[in-house]
T-cell receptor, first 109, second 115 residues
């Protein structure tokens, strides 16, 4: 079956760096997404990786290794507003989007 | 208005009620989706519409009935629901992947409680 694994919950300190990992087993691969979802709000698009390597966008970066079925989202200079759930999703060979259960990130002062 | 708008934001209904969820997108997208989000579970795709035609029905029980009158509006009609149907129902829209990454734009969801 198809599966996306990410940690259920992580805690980090304001101003620090945190890495949220995502591993996937899917039938084919056509891209990997990261979304951010604050409590009670809509998920919003953060990043998209289709080739191996690191994509940087301000304080957030996303990395992909297709051979390892692995991605991570790196958040730098953490702010309290970064407390949210982070959803990893992979598009398979049929362009179906397979979702992880999300990682709840708690930022402490 | 911009983005994807869902109404109502909260809904409480009994198992014998009939209600509808509404979604409207002002992004000019041609694909619209219904997802179910339950606590600590992955998003579950329910229905997909492309150019008003249903292209995906992910084995959803018939007590959920979608309707897409045009590319900007999507409804989810609910009847004789079960308590386990209580969840956040998210609507999303996108452009075809050939026109970009195919990223989804979500509404803020309708929180449904079935008593």
């Amino acid at each position: 079956g198809q599966n996306i694994d990410q940690p259920t919950e992580m805690t980090a300190t304001e101003g620090a760096i945190v890495q949220i990992n995502c591993t996937y087993q899917t039938s084919g691969f056509n891209g990997l997404f990261w979304y951010q979802q604050h409590a009670g709000e809509a998920p919003t698009f953060l990043s998209y990786n289709v080739l191996d390597g690191l994509e940087e966008k301000g304080r957030f970066s996303s990395f992909l290794s297709r051979s390892k079925g692995y991605s991570y989202l790196l958040l730098k200079e953490l702010q309290m507003k970064d407390s949210a759930s982070y959803l990893c999703a992979v598009t398979d060979s049929n362009y179906q989007l397979i979702w992880g259960a999300g990682t709840k990130l708690i930022i402490k002062p | 208005e911009t983005g994807v708008t869902q109404t109502p934001r909260h809904l409480v209904m009994g198992m014998t009620n009939k209600k509808s969820l509404k979604c409207e997108q002002h992004l000019g997208h041609n694909a619209m989706y219904w997802y179910k989000q339950s606590a600590k579970k992955p998003l579950e795709l329910m229905f997909v519409y492309n150019f008003k035609e249903q292209t995906e029905n992910n084995s959803v029980p018939s007590r959920f009935s979608p309707e897409c009158p045009n590319s900007s509006h999507l409804f989810l009609h609910l009847h004789t629901l079960q308590p386990e149907d209580s969840a956040l129902y998210l609507c999303a829209s996108s452009q075809p992947e050939r026109e970009g990454t195919g990223e989804l734009f979500f509404g803020e969801g309708s929180r449904l409680t079935v008593l």
